[in-house]
């Protein structure tokens, strides 16, 4: 009888830790949506700032440009006003990926010199474009938040024996570790 309470007693304890742990992690999960949630209110709020600011560019006259401040003599000289619409994420995307100067393709070439392959996935892709949209400053961005995602890996790399690198959306967006994959050397054991 004792025995049997005793086992009563820790699988109780044992549920307890369980649903602490089902619990926090449930916590864990609605402080990160919660977070999501922010970002894509803030990514929907400058979407629309962009298409509101985009649709009066387009009307922008010589006129307004002297209005502004922009003295008639520098204003004469100006054949042609010309707006250029705001990138999207798709087109920071575009613009990461490109395969002659993209951000990442660069990098890939570089890495290439110590015989490492580098990849992103899509979803990766995809977070680096959105936190460069959320930073408002256009494709610059893209390099150093590339840059900062890559850091610990491109201190690795050199002189070590990984060949490919795989960055995820968790690397991104939450500092996770890249995956590595090492090449397999072989040992020859002599007697």
Known sequence: KQWYQRRVRAM???HYIKAASIEERIRETE????TRKERIKQIRDTEDKNKTKDRL??????????DYGVIPELAGRIP??????????????????????????QLKELLSLNDCELEFSEDALRAVAELAFC?????????????????DAMFEIPGSDIQHVLVRSGTVLEGE???YTRRETDVTVEQ
């Open 12 to 14: 109780s304890e044992e």
């Open 31 to 34: 402080v990160l949506s919660e």
């Open 80 to 105: 042609v006003v010309v707006t250029l619409d705001s990138l999207t994420q798709e087109d920071l995307v575009i613009i990461a990926n490109d395969k002659e100067r993209g951000v990442i393709s």
């Open 57 to 66: 560019l387009v009307q922008v006259e010589p006129r307004d440009i002297l």
């Open 135 to 151: 930073k408002k400053t256009g494709a610059r961005a893209l390099k150093s938040i590339v840059e900062t995602t890559l850091l």
């Open 177 to 179: 570790e890249a995956t």
